[in-house]
């Protein structure tokens, strides 16, 4: 009964020394990999932006000062688009009230907004025109107004192509970051020789977190640059309602001396 028991320990010993030799056989990266699989990763978005990979993390950063930029043209934009309004609606009401073109560029011969500049062009054809008001003239205060009212509609939409780029653009700068650090994250498994979710998730989580930035970025900025174009165009309306009221100013001023002739007769 002893040899039985004497083989047996042998194959136990015999199993145990595989056993290691094969421990000592295996690649280094396995053996890294088990223990990577088992440590902790900050997995919170400021942790995954520092585990990041250098071209991602520049994304990173790139997307989030393209939104502070979009809330920066919306708030600059609001207050001077509110401001911008509120200044020449009291203009047009100026404009609607019983006042004549002289006494209106008196009055505003030291302002500079919108409707101030209107007033002025128009009383400087006037003078251009030497009183006259033709037919030719209305023609020439028309195109003036135009003039005008475009320049300051375009003054008006600067910044609004800066939120259009990043409303188209972010999105794939976001998604070029994410294929950026997936396709790092399938070289680290790779080189790991594992598939363990443990190695491979923090990767594409930082990976993910890119697109996320993208449409941070992109949502935002597409909204306020409606709710720009909105207010740039109600502004333009009021631009417009001015330059009709200074055409009809004309006109009146114009049937004025006629009525004065008819009167007399």
């Given amino acids: 009964m002893r040899k039985p028991q004497g083989a047996a ?14 421990a000592a056989a295996l690649p280094g990266d396995a053996w890294a990999a088990a223990d990577l699989a088992t440590l902790p ?3 919170s978005p400021w942790g995954m932006f520092l585990g990041a990979d250098a071209v991602v993390r520049t994304v990173m950063v790139g997307l989030a000062l393209a939104s502070l930029a979009a809330w920066t043209v919306w708030l600059a934009k609001s207050i001077e688009l509110r401001r911008s309004s509120a200044v020449a609606q009291r203009g047009l009401d100026r404009l609607e009230s019983d006042i004549t073109l002289q006494q209106a560029a008196a009055e ?12 002025q062009t128009v009383d400087r054809e006037a003078s251009l025109s030497g009183g006259a008001h033709d037919d030719g003239f209305r023609e020439r205060v028309a195109l003036r107004l135009e003039r005008v009212e475009a320049a300051e509609a375009r003054r008006a939409a600067i910044g609004t192509g800066l939120l259009a780029s990043i409303g188209a653009v972010a999105p794939f700068v976001g998604l070029f970051g994410t294929v950026w650090g997936i396709m790092n994250a399938f070289i680290g498994i790779s080189k ?3 598939t363990n979710l443990a190695v ?3 990767g594409i989580a930082e990976a993910l977190l890119a697109t996320a930035l993208g449409l941070v970025a992109a949502i935002p900025a597409v ?14 309306a009021l631009l417009g309602d001015a330059s ?4 009809l100013m004309i006109s009146r001023e114009a049937a004025r001396p006629a009525q004065r002739a008819r009167m007399v007769r």
């Fill in 200 to 202: 491979v998730a923090p």
């Fill in 41 to 43: 990763r900050d997995l």
């Fill in 223 to 236: 909204v306020i640059y409606n709710h720009l174009t909105r207010r740039v165009t109600a502004y333009r």
């Fill in 244 to 247: 009709t009221q200074l055409l």
């Fill in 9 to 22: 320990a042998g194959r136990a010993g015999a199993a145990i020394a595989a056993v290691a030799f094969i």
């Fill in 108 to 119: 505003t011969a030291d302002q500079h907004d919108a409707v101030a500049q209107m007033i």
């Fill in 192 to 194: 790991a020789n594992t």
